[in-house]
């Protein structure tokens, strides 16, 4: 059973959170709220999203897995209107996904769990640099990136955090200063990334619009984590390195 | 001899009305105002578009045919400004028509109307449910269905009218009841239509700004009229229904 | 040695002036400023734009010649916020010009100046026909002719500035009598342009934003010469003509 009322707006978001990276995801429905996470197909980019039950308006649920097309979940959401609230319900008779906005109501067809790509468990890692920032800052880190290069360098150098990529042709180094962050703790970090996930995880609203913690190594992989409405919602994003050419 | 002024605007909105289902129409002048109507080369929808001399700032006409570009008509008209006045005069000795706007002068080449396809008598159609309601809302409706199949259903239940869509894996209701429509007569109508002809009729600005009556039966063609330039204009759209397979 | 800031919304335009035609150039820089002209590949169109030091919040040179890739020089400077200074400065060792915006700094690859196409000399024209009017005018005046045709006359008669297309079906005329226009001196000129160059042209903010002075004459190529920033730069192109087919 799952039954839930939620703002269409946030839900909105909180699905963005994951369609940025995959287009269909296992969700855990559980008591206390849902929980998701899933791995993009070259296995180099990760997103885990969860949603306390105080997120939503109302919530009844009593446990289980729904294999969900985010894409059409998402289409579906933007007809919503400002302000208009979701009502969730699984239809489990037909195991559909019942959404329903204002005036309008879709039944979405949910995908078997077992034919969505596996996740691998989350890593536990110990990273050693912690940067706080403005989603917004890291956004436009990256597009100024993205006209130089495909890869990017994340690291921590004389008190400040950098983005690098060095293209075929120019070179580009954007900074923050400890002042223009929130918080910098570590030193003499510095990991390659492909800059295709960046910029796809960088697109998503929830992040973009929150402050973020990001955390990064030596040649090892990124964690981005931030909140979302007043702390009901979490996502998390780790990406793998590229291994630098010598 | 044909001789109008009249706001660009309003002429843009009016050629739009036949632009967005048809490329060219031949357009009849009389006394009293300009007539149109087309069908799309499918056959399976028809519009019909009544202009007054009343809508026009100035109107001299004795009558004849147009073969008309509609789609050139309406990249001039959008070299207009606000507010601006357009001049129309035929060129009996050229054959074009003579287009003014502020500082520009078109000289458009008309179509001989008989290369335009032949339209056949508009059907005089005895709807049984006639449905008053905004034409954003339609709008709307449409939007939502087009994201989850390529056939709606346009009905009356339960004192309601709605659209329903049954696409490859999702279904989705849109729903107004007596209070959010205008008006609302007759009752269980229901018709499938394909929805590639009624999203190019939701694209129609006269349409959308307006009160549309849309008129519907039981596998029966539907009727769309309405209403613009203080009711001087009026525009009409005939989309004939699939016959659902059982 | 070159070593200049300005404001980076300036240079962004100063850049287009060229880019809008060109995708490389070679910028002269003397102590009093830099100057730059370009040819577009067919040869028919040319650009110069010339900026004193005046443009610049400081500026120090002692000459030499960059190769400017303006496209990538236009995309680093699109990551400019609103009011950011751009510190420009030649690289000697390593052949890059720097520059830094706020918190992003790029090393931009130079072009070897030799391998970008060879500029002719400017031709000194003796224009009979001199018109002062605003880029908006000329801007809209292009764009009416576009959905057209792919040729354009510019001409004077009747105390007016004209701009006729002849499309394979329809003709326009945009005209701007004397008293539409900021001045005008000079009759009956009239040269047909290809419209790809002049399209290209009144892309361009800083020419549309300003007054523009267009020299023409009869069967002759045509002059645009604008100023911006407070008369400290200059823009120019000439077009040469097509020979209108009897």
Redesign the interface.
């Known amino acids: 059973m799952f039954k839930a009322g939620i703002r269409a707006e946030l839900l909105k978001d909180a699905v963005e959170v994951m369609n940025v990276l995959v287009d269909e995801a296992v969700i855990h429905v559980a008591g206390d709220g849902i929980q998701s996470k899933a791995v993009e197909p070259a296995n180099a980019a990760m997103v885990v999203l969860e949603m306390e039950a105080k997120a939503f308006e109302t919530f009844e649920a009593d446990g289980g897995d729904l294999g969900v097309?985010l894409t059409?979940l998402s289409?579906?959401l933007?007809?919503a209107r400002k302000g208009d609230l979701a009502m969730l319900e699984l239809e489990e008779d037909t195991h559909?996904l019942r959404l329903e906005l204002s005036?309008?109501?879709?039944?979405?067809?949910l995908l078997d769990p077992s034919t969505i790509r596996q996740v691998p468990k989350v890593p536990e890692l110990e990273l050693p640099a912690r940067i706080l920032m403005r989603g917004a800052d890291i956004q436009?880190a990256i597009?100024?990136a993205s006209?130089?290069g495909s890869y990017l360098v994340l690291g921590i150098e004389d008190d400040a955090f950098y983005v690098e990529v060095e293209g075929d042709?120019?070179?580009?180094?954007?900074?923050?200063t400890k002042d223009?962050l929130i918080d910098l703790k570590g030193s003499n970090a510095r990991s390659l990334f492909s800059l295709e996930y960046l910029r796809d995880i960088s697109k998503s609203k929830a992040l973009s619009g929150s402050d973020v913690l990001l955390e990064i190594g030596i040649d090892y992989p990124s964690r981005l984590s931030f909140d979302f409405a007043d702390g009901t919602c979490k996502g998390m994003y780790i990406v793998a390195p590229r291994v630098e050419s010598a």
């Open positions: 097309d059409r289409k579906a933007s007809m559909k005036g309008i109501t879709y039944h979405l067809s436009r597009r100024a006209d130089v042709t120019d070179k580009m180094r954007f900074t923050l223009e």
